[in-house]
């Protein structure tokens, strides 16, 4: 049994065949894929771990946003519906023809009425409005329904507002202080003179500051 062993071992080194021998079998090693299954497991939970904390963070920041909402839409419920001008203390919109205001502090959400239209009649407009740099005075242009040219309608924002100015024929106007405003003149559908109103205790004074010769 022995040489015929070493008959087939000499037979397939001289031919190059592979030895079926039953001594001769090469032992293959087993190959194990637990361990680099066990390897990737911490590598794994942390990745996992990593994405619960950062899905955490952003459901916080969610909340935090919406809290944010409710409590704004809560605060000007009615002024979100139209354009708004934001003062330093309160906010002012435009709705059926007057103005209102409401303030920014959360005890008093109440709106309150600073300029009524229906004085100049029935069917009138707002078109521009502007607060003085520190929110004392408010200034808006209020036009009549079939006339071209509008009025500057001052109003002091005491508690309650008081109408202190009307200054008809009034194109553009901007504040420059508190008690002073620059306005530009219309007539005949043109803007020639520039004036100012200068507020003081004594009441309102205005002076032309600038005229156009050729407005051509």
Same mark, same amino acid.
């Given at each position: ?31 194990? @894929? ?7 497991? @911490? ?33 000007? @419920? ?139």
């Amino acid at each position: 049994m022995a040489k015929l062993t070493l008959l087939r071992t000499a037979v397939a080194i001289r031919t190059g065949l592979p030895n079926r021998g039953p001594s001769l079998k090469r032992q293959l090693p087993t190959l194990h @894929p637990e361990p680099a299954r066990w390897y990737s497991r @911490p590598v794994l939970h942390s990745v996992q771990e990593e994405s619960r904390l950062q899905l955490q963070k952003l459901r916080t920041q969610e909340i935090w946003f919406r809290k944010k909402l409710r409590a704004a839409f809560k605060r000007f @419920p009615e002024a979100l519906e139209g354009p708004a001008i934001y003062g330093r203390h309160h906010v002012y919109y435009e709705e059926g023809g007057s103005i209102y205001r409401m303030s920014q502090l959360d005890g008093e959400p109440e709106a309150e009425e600073v300029l009524c239209v229906d004085r100049w009649g029935a069917g009138g407009s707002v078109q521009r409005v502007r607060l003085s740099p520190g929110e004392r005075l408010l200034a808006a242009t209020v036009k009549s329904p079939g006339c071209e040219e509008a009025s500057c309608v001052i109003v002091s924002l005491g508690r309650p507002p008081q109408i202190l100015h009307t200054e008809p024929k009034v194109f553009s106007f901007e504040w420059a202080t508190d008690n002073l405003l620059f306005y530009t003149s219309q007539e005949t559908l043109q803007c020639r003179q520039v004036h100012r109103i200068l507020l003081s205790a004594e009441g309102p004074e205005s002076s032309v500051v600038y005229e156009e010769d050729d407005p051509a």
